[in-house]
C-alpha cells in the first residue's frame, strides 16, 4: 500500500518543478523505481557540482519522473561553435578584396608625357583666361627655376613671375596663347624635355617662336625647371 497521499490528477497537471534551469530539457516518464545507470550516476554528480543538488537528478513525484538533462561543456561549446559555411566568409571577403584591388591595379597609369602635356594645357588655359598665376603654377617654386630669352637669364620662381608680370601686364599684351608641334621625351623616371612652337595672337601683331622646357616630377606633380625661350625675327 502506498504509503504517501494520493494526489488529485488536477493539482499534479497544475504543479510544476520547483527547480528551473536555463537550456534544459525537461522531460517526464514513468520510470520510477528503475536502477541508477552509470550516466544518471554521472549526471547526479554534475548536478551536485553545480546546483547543490542532493537528488540524483530525478525528482520523483507520485508515479511520476521529472528528468532533467544537463548539457556538458563540451555539449554547449559545440552548440555556439559556428557551422562550417559560416568559416567560409572571411576567405571570401579576401577575395572580393583581391579583385578589387586587381580591378584597381589593371586601369592604364597616366605616362609622363601625358601629364606634361597636361600642364602645358593647363598653361594655355590660365594664359588666355588672363591668370598669369595660374600660368606660372606650371614651373617649379624654387630658386634653382630657370628662365633665359634673347640672351637674358632669370633664375628663380619669384623672378621669372616678375619678368612676365613686366612684359605682360595687362590683357591686350597677353593676347591668345598658342602652342604646336609639342614633342614630349622622357629622360628619366622624374625628368622629361619639351620642344614645341609658341604663338601670341594680338590685335597689333602675332609674335611666335619656339621653346624647350626641362621638367621634373615634384612632390606637386610636373614641374618646368628650366625654360628657354626665343622669338623668331
Not at 9 to 37: F, Y
Not at 64 to 85: G, N
Request: glycine share 6%; proline share 4%; charged share 25%.
Amino acid at each position: 500500500m502506498n504509503s504517501h497521499p494520493a494526489i488529485p490528477a488536477n493539482k499534479l497537471r497544475n504543479r510544476r518543478p520547483e527547480v528551473a534551469l536555463d537550456n534544459d530539457e525537461i522531460r517526464m516518464t514513468n520510470v520510477e523505481g528503475r536502477p541508477k545507470s552509470e550516466a544518471q550516476i554521472k549526471r547526479q554528480q554534475i548536478l551536485s557540482r553545480r546546483f547543490g543538488f542532493r537528488d540524483s537528478g530525478f525528482l520523483r513525484h507520485s508515479s511520476f519522473v521529472i528528468r532533467i538533462s544537463v548539457r556538458t561543456a563540451a555539449d554547449r561549446q559545440s552548440a555556439t561553435r559556428p557551422t562550417a559555411s559560416w568559416r567560409y566568409i572571411p576567405f571570401a571577403i579576401l577575395l572580393l578584396v583581391c579583385n578589387g584591388c586587381a580591378h584597381v591595379s589593371s586601369k592604364p597609369e597616366v605616362s609622363a608625357e601625358q601629364q606634361v602635356r597636361a600642364v602645358l594645357d593647363a598653361q594655355v588655359r590660365a594664359w588666355n583666361a588672363g591668370d598669369l598665376h595660374g600660368f606660372m603654377e606650371g614651373y617649379a617654386r624654387s630658386d634653382r627655376t630657370r628662365f633665359q630669352s634673347g640672351g637674358d637669364v632669370s633664375l628663380g620662381w619669384q623672378t621669372v613671375f616678375d619678368r612676365y608680370q613686366k612684359r605682360y601686364g595687362d590683357r591686350a599684351s597677353m593676347g591668345v596663347l598658342n602652342f604646336s608641334e609639342v614633342e614630349v621625351t622622357a629622360l628619366a623616371p622624374d625628368a622629361a624635355l619639351a620642344v614645341g612652337r609658341w604663338r601670341l595672337e594680338r590685335a597689333q601683331d602675332a609674335p611666335s617662336g619656339l621653346f624647350t622646357l626641362l621638367f621634373r616630377r615634384k612632390s606637386a606633380g610636373w614641374r618646368i625647371v628650366h625654360d628657354h625661350t626665343s622669338a623668331a625675327e
